[in-house]
């Protein structure tokens, strides 16, 4: 009888488990390290995207740059505006503050505050009760939200003058008031509709949890939800601000008196008065520019991580 054949063992390969082969290191084109499958490496192809950056660049940042050359600029003229300023001065902004900028700019920071903290609030409390709840005519009213957002202002600018004039029910006139302004400024449905969505994302299995934990309404809301809802709210909070802030045709239906216009309605004003030039518009215009670059320097990164988290979500 002979003795079994046994098959030799061959020898692991270094560092490796035995028996597993070694993986193949995974190799990636370099012409998809970069955004849109450019090689970082000085080319054509890098070239041609030094110039595309350029031109976004020159696109964005070159009627700023005019607005503050005119700004500073003595004599200011719209034919003759440069990047740099010639004659350097301060005196556009000392007229325009002799005009009342000063004092639209406060009405404005008013309207804005008090706008935008309304606004999220309601938005909040909308967006919590059509992704967490669920009722008849939800959809509808998810729609009807929609639907504000396809009406230009144009449209109803002469139901809402009506409306201002003689609230229905309690027959106050809001005209000549911030109220007039902050009130229809209370719910965007841009905001409604984007909080819904990233409501609607949160697992039920943290506000079962909750629940069983003896939480309230306000209470999720306040402790559970908001907290994971941060990136939304920060995108909320910047569009809103900003979104208020440019408003024109609305405070001009508000308002009853020029002491009651925004800084908007104030510089049309300006560019209309014979009296003053091209550089106090401009230095009004600056003034202007000033909250919304704030509050996007301050709320940049919960705008980018908003976007970022909206964009890989599913």
């Known amino acids: 009888m002979s003795a079994p054949v046994i098959d030799p063992v061959r020898p692991a390969a270094p560092d490796t488990p035995a028996g597993r082969r070694p993986r193949a290191k995974r190799t990636t084109p370099a012409r998809f390290d970069t955004a849109l499958g450019w ?25 700023f740059l ?19 300023p010639h004659d350097s001065t301060l005196l556009n902004f000392k007229v325009a503050g002799e005009r009342g ?20 609030v309601v938005c909040t409390l909308a967006a919590y009760a059509l992704a967490r709840h669920r009722f008849r005519g939800q959809a509808l009213i998810l729609t009807l939200f929609m639907l504000t957002m396809m009406l230009p202002e144009e449209v109803i600018a002469i139901p809402l003058s009506l409306v201002l004039g003689d609230v229905p029910v309690v027959h106050l006139d809001l005209k000549g008031t911030v109220w007039g ?7 965007w449905g841009f905001s409604v509709m984007m909080l819904t969505e990233f409501m609607r994302d949160i ?26 809802c941060k990136p939304a709210l920060g995108v909320a909070g910047v569009l809103g601000f900003i979104m208020i802030w440019d408003q024109y045709l609305l ?10 216009y925004t800084v908007t309605v104030a510089l049309s004003v300006l560019r209309t008065d ?22 996007y320097l301050l709320l940049q990164r919960s705008l980018v991580t908003g976007i970022a988290a909206g964009a890989t979500k599913g």
């Open 274 to 295: 014979p009296e003053v030039g091209s550089g106090v518009v401009l230095a009004g215009a600056v003034i202007a520019l000033i909250p919304s670059l704030i509050v």
């Open 203 to 228: 697992p039920d299995e943290i506000e079962e949890a909750a629940r069983l934990d003896g939480v309230g309404e306000l209470r999720m809301l306040a402790q559970i939800v908001l907290p994971l």
């Open 101 to 120: 900028i000063w004092d639209y700019f406060t009405n404005s920071l008013v309207i804005a505050g008090g706008g935008l903290l309304l606004q999220l």
């Open 39 to 63: 090689s970082d490496k000085p080319g054509l192809a890098w070239t041609f995207r030094i110039l595309l950056c350029a031109i976004a660049l020159g696109i964005f940042a070159a009627p």
């Open 181 to 187: 302004v902050i009130l229809p400024l209370g719910a």
């Open 66 to 84: 005019t607005i503050l050359s005119g700004a500073f600029t003595a004599n200011a003229s719209g034919s003759s505006l440069s990047f740099l």
């Open 251 to 260: 405070p001009l239906i508000a308002a009853k008196d020029p002491t009651d």
